[in-house]
Every structure is written in C-alpha cells, then in structure tokens.
C-alpha cells in the first residue's frame, strides 16, 4: 500500500515518527469506495506504530485507532488542525467495532503496543483517548492498572473529535449514542450486495436452464422466456431483502428481520403478480411467494450482522425459528416451480 | 427519526446493584444508554435496547455487570452452527459490516 498520507516527520526522544495528512487525497477518496463496494474483499492497512498529527510534543494528546486504513483515515480527517499522537494498534487490518468484538482492539494489544511505542517517554502525562466502541475490547481499569494510562472513551464517530476535544473531553450523550441512521445503513448495503457472490450467476444460469423443460420435452424458446422472468424475479428478491429492508429498515412493520425481508419480498413479487408475471399457473404462483419470501428473508436475516443494535440472544432466537422455514420455503417453491414446468 | 429495537426479553444482561460504586463507566460506555444513575447506582432502565456487546461488562471495576456477548450476526451464527462452536465470523474485516 502506499504511503502517500505520510507527509514528512516529527522528531521525539524516541526518534523520528512520521506526521500523516489531516487531508484525504485522490488515492483515499478511490480506495475508500473500493473497500465499501468489497472490491477483491482487499486488505486495507496502514501499519502499526504511532504517528503524529500536526506538531505534538509531551503534552499532546494520544488518539487509539484500529489498523484498518478507513478507521485512521476518518480520524486524521477528524483531527484537523490539532496538534496530536495518534497510535495505531494491529487489528489486523480490521475496523474499530468488529476488532473490539473479536478482542484484537483488545487490552493485550493496547498495553503492548504502548510497550512498544515507548508512548511512557513521548508523552508526559498518562491519557489515552479511545474511541468509545472500542470499550467493547478493552478493559479500561486493566489498562490503568498494568501501564498507568487512564482510558478516556471519545465519541462513537470520529467526526463529533473536535466538539469533544473543545468541551475538555465531554462526550454529549448524543455522541455516545449509536444510531443507525439512513445513510449509514445505505453505506453498508454495497458489501450486502455483493454477499451472494457466484450464486448471483450460478443459480440465475440454473433457472434459465430449467425454464425450458416442458411437457413436450426441452424448449429453447421457454428457455428464454420463462428463464427471463424468473432471473427478474429473483434478482428483485435479492435486491428487497439486501437493498430494501436495509434502506427502509425502521419503516417496515416487525421487529425481526426476517419477518421485514419477507414482507418487502412479498410486496416486490406482488408487484409482479399485479403485472400478471408470475407465470400462468396457480402453482408457479405459489411457488414464485415461496421462493421470493424464502431468498429476501434470508438476506434481510443476514443485515443483523450488519445493524448496530441487534442482541446475539436475539438474532439466535430469530434464526432458529427462520432459518428452517426458509429453507423448506425455498425448496418447497423450487419443487413447485419444477412441477408447473409439466403443467 | 424513531430509535430502532430489537426483540423483546431475550436480553441476558444483569446488573449486581450490591456491587455497583456508581462510577458511571457503565453509563460511558454503553452506545444505547441502556444504563442511568439513580441514587449513586447503576440502574438498568432500557433492558431490550441492549446489543449485548459487552463493553459495560468488559469495563465494569466492580465486576457488577454480567451479559453474555457475541457477535450478533446471522453469518456468525451460521458459522458456528456449521462448525459447531460458538458464533464466530471469519470476515476478513472489510467495511463496516462484517459484524
Ligand atoms: S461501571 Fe459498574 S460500578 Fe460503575 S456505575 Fe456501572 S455498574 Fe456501577
Ligand atoms: S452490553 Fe453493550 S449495549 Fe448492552 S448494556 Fe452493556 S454496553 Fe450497553
């Protein structure tokens, strides 16, 4: 990766540590739309260590960020015209939240990196500002304990940095608080759509295989014409269950996702039947809901991984009851659709 | 905009009020102020707002707050039924959402 956001140094007892950019240049700004479009699922790392923001001496305060680039990218863009540290721990190359979930923003890699970093010689006084989902890792007592540093957990979204640096590190209860709002959840559904990878080729080629069986053996013509119609159909349930319930997540009725899938699947595939394109038969009717309800259900389950307030006891609840009934749905309306082949 | 929850009553979150100093950690750190202070203690005031992260737990000095926590994910949930253990993701941390 490139290094183009390091721009010269700032020299310390400890030796010289690179100064990075407040500012994203074209290379960020390309690259940040490639991670959110999960383009080659690519590493985006920035390395471990610390680095300096502006002109920080032995009283600046230290910022803790994860080694994913988007999560140092968004706070050196917060920390604009402040004098900083920021210190850079490996999480593997993955976000604040997620990292603090699986324990590698964790208070082992804190008091390590620390360690390392020599941040006792380089700063004078014992603060560390972390952002507050990392309090999901580490343990802030731990890390007082065993390195002297008192944790003080910042805003949930580095862009409040500057109001809570002004407010002598306050953070508002509404800085505190995680929303999901429209635009975040509209961020997250590029790499929803890209979850169903092959599949979205494979079982569409399926379909337009099976389309042409009939009662007077393999037709190419239905092939076409059915095989189109279905490939629509499925990619509409595909786009209301990864596009749909994620975009209009508080406004559709239920509080379990699968519930919200199914009822946008079905208003799609309903659109449809409006349109008298459902196929001619009753059963491919039928089986069109099966399938429709069975694949949004299913996708719009998976945004929990996704959504910010969802309770593993929840989602384990949720799923125990969905996960069968779609599966049977799907099948079920697959064999249904089969049969209204013959018919 | 409406805050967004999840089901009801499923939360395993529990708060030992015999423990509790009534430092505020708990209310710092919790994105969906499932915590107040009442009368110099911890109370638990928005149970089913609870994402069972952890992070009060993690950061209680007291010990006072059990909740089991994981990843909430269906992914994960997968995977570890798949597997046989525990949810667990194996995303490769891309995005914000992995889980
Ligand atoms: S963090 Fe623990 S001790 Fe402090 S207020 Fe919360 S429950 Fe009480
Ligand atoms: S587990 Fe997370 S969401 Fe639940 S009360 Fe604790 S900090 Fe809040």
New binding site residues.
């Given amino acids: 990766m490139n290094s183009k956001y390091i721009i010269g140094s700032v020299p310390t007892v400890f030796g010289e540590i690179p100064r990075v950019d407040t500012k994203w240049n074209s290379s960020d700004i390309r690259n940040t739309m490639r991670v959110r479009w999960n383009v080659g699922r690519m590493r985006y790392t920035v390395d471990p260590g610390l680095y300096a923001v502006g002109n920080p001496d032995a009283e600046s305060m230290v910022f803790v960020s994860a080694n994913f680039k988007l999560s140092f990218d968004h706070l050196r863009k917060a920390l604009h015209s402040l004098n900083a540290w920021i210190l850079v721990l490996d999480t593997k190359g993955i976000n604040v939240w997620c990292a603090a979930g699986k324990g590698t923003f964790g208070t082992t890699e804190l008091i390590s990196r620390i360690k390392i970093c020599a941040l006792l010689n380089i700063v004078n006084h014992r603060k560390l500002i972390l952002p507050q989902l990392g309090a999901v890792g580490v343990s802030a007592h731990e890390v007082k304990s065993k390195t002297g540093f008192q944790v003080i957990y910042g805003p949930v979204r580095a862009e409040d940095i500057p109001a809570f640096v002004a407010s002598g590190f306050k953070a508002t209860p509404e800085m505190r608080r995680m929303n999901f709002p429209m635009w975040e959840r509209i961020k997250l559904i590029p790499v929803e759509i890209t979850y169903g990878k092959y599949y979205l080729i494979l079982v569409p080629a399926l379909f337009f295989i099976l389309a042409g069986l009939g009662p007077f053996g393999y037709a190419v013509d239905d092939a076409w014409h059915n095989g189109g119609r279905s490939v629509i159909l499925l990619f509409a349930s595909y786009f209301a269950g990864c596009v749909l319930t994620p975009a209009l997540l508080p406004w559709v009725p239920f509080r379990r996702f699968a519930l919200k899938g199914l009822v946008l699947g079905w208003i799609v595939t309903s659109t449809f039947l409006a349109f008298d394109l459902l196929g001619p038969h009753i059963l491919e009717k039928i089986a069109w809901y099966l399938m429709t309800g069975a694949i949004s259900s299913f996708l719009a389950m998976n945004f929990t991984g996704a959504s910010t307030y969802t309770s593993l006891s929840g989602v384990q609840k949720e799923m125990k009851t969905a996960l069968p009934l779609q599966i049977a749905a799907a099948a079920a309306g697959l064999a249904a659709w089969i049969v209204a082949r013959f018919l | 905009m409406k805050t967004l929850v999840y089901l009801k009553d499923v939360v395993t979150l529990k708060?030992d009020a015999e423990?509790?100093?009534?430092?505020?950690?708990?209310?710092r750190v919790c994105p969906h102020e499932v915590?107040a202070?009442a009368e110099k203690?911890?109370v638990i005031v928005r149970k089913d707002y609870c994402m069972e992260c952890g992070a009060?737990a993690k950061?209680?000095?007291?010990g006072?707050?059990t909740v089991k926590s994981g990843v909430g994910c269906a992914a994960g949930i997968i995977n570890g039924i798949l597997k046989g253990t525990e949810p667990s993701c194996d995303c490769s941390g891309s995005g914000g959402s992995c889980c």
């Fill in positions: 708060l423990k509790c100093t009534g430092c505020r950690m708990c209310t915590f202070i203690k911890a009060c950061n209680c000095p007291e006072a707050i």
